[in-house]
Structure formats: C-alpha cells, structure tokens
C-alpha cells in the first residue's frame, strides 16, 4: 500500500514538478518551520519569526502586558481628582463645557445634566504624590511606578468601535490587533509558546460588553499572528491532552507526516496560510509540555498569593489572570492582554465601581510589584485603561446615579519598559469634561508603545489590496514626555 505523500506525488503534472525541481526550497522552508534555528548562525539573536531590520532602534521594552478595563472605568472616581466638583455638585453642566459635543442616545433626550462628585476620597500616594482614589488602595503602593495619563481622547462614543479602535486603531473590523501587528514585526522569544496571548477574566455583570475573537485577531495578516486564547476551566488550550491510548511517539509522526502534505500543497498553491498551518501545528505540539507547566502554579511560593490575593488561586480572576501574565511574560511572550468586563455603570455606579475596583486593585498592582522584585519591569511595558471615560453629570437617578460614555477625556496608566515612572501627565478641566493640556490620542498611544519596544510606527507596515498599512493609518505622533 501506497503512503498518502507518495499517493499525493502521484497526483502532479509536469509543469508542477518542473517547478518544484526548479526551486529546490521546499524542503529548505519546511526544515526551518520546524526548527527556526537551524540555519541561524551562532550569533544571530534567540528571535523566533519577526521582520529583517526590526527593531528600528535599541527598545526600552521587549514586551507588554495590556490590562484592559472593558466598559471604560469613570476616570474622576478613579485617577483624575476634581476637589472642585465639590462646589459644584448638583449644578448644572454649563452648556459653554459641553459646547454642543456629541451625547449617546442613552443621554442625549436628557433635559438636565447634574454635576456629580466623586463620592470617594483621594489622597496623593508616594514621592511622586500622585492622586488616587480610595477605591484602589493597592495601586496607591505602586504609585511612583506608575504614570497616569489624564488626557487620552478618542473619536468613538459606542463601545465596539471604541474598544476596535484602541485593539486595532481603527473604529471599524477588520485590521490587525495591536498584538497581531508586534507578533508580525517583531515575533516571539520562545518557540514554545504563542507570541501573543489572550486571558478572559471572569464577569460578574450581567451588563458587560461582549469580547469578540475579532479583537485578538490578525486581520488581514496571516493568521499565525492572531492572539490565542486560554481558557481558565479545563485544558487551558482545547485538545491540548492527547486522545486516550495516543502517545508522544504516534502524534510527532503523524505531524510529521502531515507537515510534508501540507509543504507539498503549499508548493502547489502558494498559499501562505498553509505554511501558517504548519508552524500553528508544531506550536500545538511544543505547547503540549510548555502550557500544562505554565498554567501549575501550585509551585509558586506562598509569598506569591500573599501578594496578589488569595483570588490568585481561583482559575479567571483577575488576580490569577495577572500572575500567570508574569509568567508568560517570565517565558517569552510577546504580547500578553488581559480582558476584565463589567465597567459600564450607566446605573448603580456607587455599588457597582468599587465591586469592580476592588477585583482588580490588588492583581495589578501585584503584577508591577512582581515584575519589579524579578528585574522584569524595565524591559515589560504594562498599560491599564479602557475604551472612553464617563461623564461628570448624571445618567438617572442622582441617587443611584450612573454616568455615560465620555471619549473626550480619560485616563489610563502606563508603567515600566521605557515610561517615566511617577508621571502625571496631561491636564482636563474642573469639570473633567475637556482637556486643557497635553492631549493624546488613540495613535499616538499606539505609536508610543510601538516607540518603547524599539519601532518606528511609520516604518512597520503591510501591504494589502495595493496598499501599505500600519497600525497608526496615516496618524500618531510618540508622546516624547512620558518616556524615560
């Protein structure tokens, strides 16, 4: 009996064979699939995929841990302290503030549009007295780690274009995520995991927004630069176990077997989505050690839990997901991003905010400790924020007031690899509605992060459909003041 590749040979005409002998690099590409170092000298970099001449300069950071905060947190209960709004409290919002801007359809019928305190008290933390809230009484530890950005802006006022815009910038689907775009310039430091990974935390609202595979995803790239997604019940990866009575001997020859179908397919075709399902295949196998040993973290000390919470041991918290980031981070990952849902309080922002503040607190700022004790943090960009802000004035019932989408300012927090810790940065008005100073957009916060990992953000691109690309369109300018 015939084996399938011989069958398969069989199946070529002349012209394809000729072409085939005339190149004489299948065998060349597929060697170095499956083993990326085979023809690296002895100096070359431990880098795994990536662009030639990338980075563009000598990076500050080698990778990012973005905690996203879907729902957009109300930045004036949070980082932005407005002792104003005290005398100001139940007034109403002058329209020379609101200056006509545009409103959601949740607030736009509204007649009045009462001014509403922070309910909560600040005080400024560490050398650098940074203002924050009550509500994070952890992140007040790490205060002089940190810099707060008060003056981010953006154009979407709708959740999905706003959360596409800061993934992808751009409001609508269809361009690589950010992760998408490190993982193609730059490519991983470990064969034996993804070079950007993906962790879901755990909802408690009801109310959160939807998370869709589209935000992790490459777009019009190839697809092996899409984020993956683990899973916080069962195999953190599905069909990670081997099916009952399969050993380690039995599937490495049938990948085996298989990655020679699929190169002589490619050689077919051309298809470079098929030389994308070889490499996703021996990635599948070397994760088959690499994840179940990443994901045990019974071995870490109990120092460990001490500092991010005991919620650390539950598989999906907040806390779990942001320790196993230091460890994928301790690994090689490129681009880590944790997705936490349940910010949008349009009602019960009083009960709702400090539940949320509370999941949260201690597993960030564990996570910048952590990196920190460790030597990671210089060369790890962490970034925490949402997709917009919210209004200073009422949605509902001053009672149980709740507050709307606000994308003309927000804050956000950056720490570590190549940002100036302890920074306050940018200026809003007294009613947290306008910014008077330092503003910074959608891209130039991407262009700053692409600035700390080494990358011109003009200069990384992809052509599609007779055009170049990049994740910055035609925008963005680096934020020169937060850097270190």
């Not at 499956?34 to 000298?41: C, E, I, T, V």
């Not at 300069?57 to 980082?79: N, T």
């Not at 002792?83 to 006509?100: C, G, K, Q, V």
């Not at 190549?418 to 008005?429: A, E, F, M, V």
Request: aromatic fraction near 10%.
């Amino acid at each position: 009996m015939n084996s399938p590749i011989h069958d398969f040979q069989l199946l070529e005409n002349r012209r394809q064979f000729f072409g085939r002998t005339s190149t004489g690099l299948g065998s060349v590409a597929l060697a170095s699939l499956l083993n990326p170092q085979l023809f690296a000298g002895d100096s070359a970099p431990q880098r795994f995929g990536g662009l030639p001449g990338i980075p563009h300069f000598a990076p500050k950071a080698e990778r990012v841990i973005y905690l996203l905060q879907s729902g957009a947190p109300s930045q004036m209960d949070l980082f932005d302290y407005k002792p104003s709004l005290s005398d100001l409290h139940m007034t109403e919002l002058p329209a020379s503030i609101r200056n006509a801007q545009r409103l959601t359809g949740m607030t736009a019928g509204q007649k009045k549009f009462p001014v509403i305190q922070s309910p909560w008290k600040f005080r400024q933390c560490g050398e650098s007295g940074t203002w924050i809230s009550e509500l994070l009484p952890s992140m007040a530890n790490v205060a002089d780690d940190i810099c707060v950005i008060k003056s981010m802006h953006t154009e979407a006022i709708n959740h999905d274009p706003a959360i596409t815009f800061f993934q992808s910038g751009h409001q609508q689907p269809g361009r690589p995520s950010i992760g998408a775009w490190l993982s193609y310039g730059l490519g991983s430091e470990t064969e034996n995991l993804p070079s950007f990974v993906v962790l879901l935390s755990k909802n408690t609202f009801h109310q959160a927004q939807p998370l869709y595979d589209r935000l992790w995803g490459s777009g019009f790239l190839p697809s092996k630069y899409q984020g993956v997604k683990f899973r916080s019940q069962g195999d953190p990866v599905l069909y990670l176990t081997d099916p009952a009575g399969n050993d380690d001997s039995a599937r490495r020859a049938m990948l085996d077997r298989l990655a020679k179908l699929n190169q002589l397919r490619a050689q077919e075709i051309g298809d470079p989505e098929i030389q994308t399902r070889i490499a996703q295949y021996e990635m599948a196998y070397r994760m088959q050690t690499s994840v179940p040993e990443l994901a045990d973290t019974s071995q870490e000390p109990e120092s460990t839990f001490k500092l991010y919470g005991e919620e650390a041991k539950q598989p999906g918290t907040h806390a779990a997901n942001c320790l196993l980031a230091r460890r994928l981070a301790e690994r090689g990952v490129r681009f880590i991003q944790v997705f936490h849902r349940g910010w949008d309080h349009h009602s019960n922002l009083p009960t709702h905010l400090p539940t949320l503040a509370k999941q949260t607190d201690q597993g960030s700022a564990a996570l910048i400790a952590d990196l920190k004790q460790r030597g990671l943090l210089d060369k790890t960009l962490v970034i925490w924020g949402g997709e917009f802000g919210r209004t200073v004035y009422s949605q509902g019932n001053p009672k149980s007031f709740g507050r709307d989408h606000h994308p003309r300012c927000f804050s956000i927090w950056m720490a570590g690899g190549g940002i100036k810790p302890g920074l306050s940065y940018g200026r809003t008005d007294d009613y947290c509605y306008n910014i008077e100073e330092n503003p910074v957009h959608v891209h130039d916060f991407h262009a700053t992060i692409l600035h700390c990992l080494g990358i011109d953000h003009e200069q990384l691109t992809y052509r599609f459909q007779g055009r170049d690309f990049r994740l910055t369109d035609v925008h963005g300018h680096v934020v020169q003041d937060v850097l270190a």
